[in-house]
């Protein structure tokens, strides 16, 4: 079936290096992605979005590109800092407005 | 904005009794509310869909006699694990949808969650 994956599990990078994250979709009809954040113990948060017409988005300290031609998906973060460090999750908004999740990668920032 | 509450944080009982979890939208009217589950180390599993005034989708494999979902108005949804059994334990976490909300009206805000542990 259609799925939302990632390629790596964990990622430790330096404090203050960037860090890539990535995703790889498989609904070509996803129209809409986005990437969350989750802490220890707390709910996802909303970090940054981004719809199928458009190839990068930025926010603060973080990007999200868009490859729809492979089907790839990646949020990068600039200067990672400790509080950076948390599992980060892809989804995936199908056409039937429904989230897929990826499994989520760790990012672990070392001092 | 798109602050989503939950109620309790965390909850202990013992088997076979009743536990109640609430999911408020505190800033915005939420029309769509989502229930997952998550197990450690494992990302979010959707349990039910509901929107305001109607009955909750249920995924497969969903129990919705267990898992009643209650979404009676456009800020509050509830959750409420009945004759809960220790492997019910898990972290529940809202998500609410709110279709006002200009340039993000497919977007799920999610809850802080709800750690459950039944005896």
């Known amino acids: 079936g259609e799925s939302v994956g990632l390629h790596l599990p964990t990622l430790s990078v330096q404090e203050g290096d960037n860090s890539i994250i990535n995703c790889a979709y498989s609904?070509?009809?996803?129209?809409?992605f986005i990437w969350y954040k989750q802490e220890s113990g707390k709910g996802p948060q909303f970090i940054i979005d981004i719809r199928s017409n458009m190839d990068k988005r930025q926010g603060q300290r973080v990007t999200v590109l868009l490859n729809k031609t492979v089907k790839h998906l990646s949020l990068q973060i600039a200067a990672t800092q400790p509080g950076d460090s948390a599992v980060y999750f892809c989804?995936?908004?199908?056409?039937?407005?429904?989230?897929?999740f990826g499994g989520g990668t760790r990012l672990m920032v070392k001092p | 904005g798109a602050v989503v509450s939950q109620h309790p944080s965390r909850v202990i009982c013992k088997s076979g009794t009743s536990v109640k979890i609430e999911c408020r939208s505190l800033d915005f009217q939420a029309t769509t509310m989502f229930w997952y589950r998550q197990f450690p180390k494992k990302s979010l599993m959707l349990m039910a869909t509901?929107?305001?005034?109607?009955?909750?989708?249920?995924e497969q494999g969903v129990e919705k006699d267990k898992f009643l979902i209650n979404h009676a108005s456009l800020t509050l949804s509830t959750l409420t694990v009945t004759s809960a059994h220790p492997e019910d334990s898990s972290f529940y976490i809202c998500?609410?949808?709110?279709?006002?909300?200009?340039?993000?009206?497919?977007?799920?805000?999610f809850g802080p969650g709800t750690r459950l542990t039944v005896l």
């Open positions: 609904n070509s009809a996803s129209d809409y």
């Open positions: 509901s929107n305001e005034g109607s009955k909750a989708t249920y």
């Open positions: 998500s609410a949808r709110g279709e006002w909300l200009a340039g993000h009206t497919d977007t799920q805000y």
């Open positions: 989804a995936e908004n199908n056409a039937g407005n429904m989230l897929t």
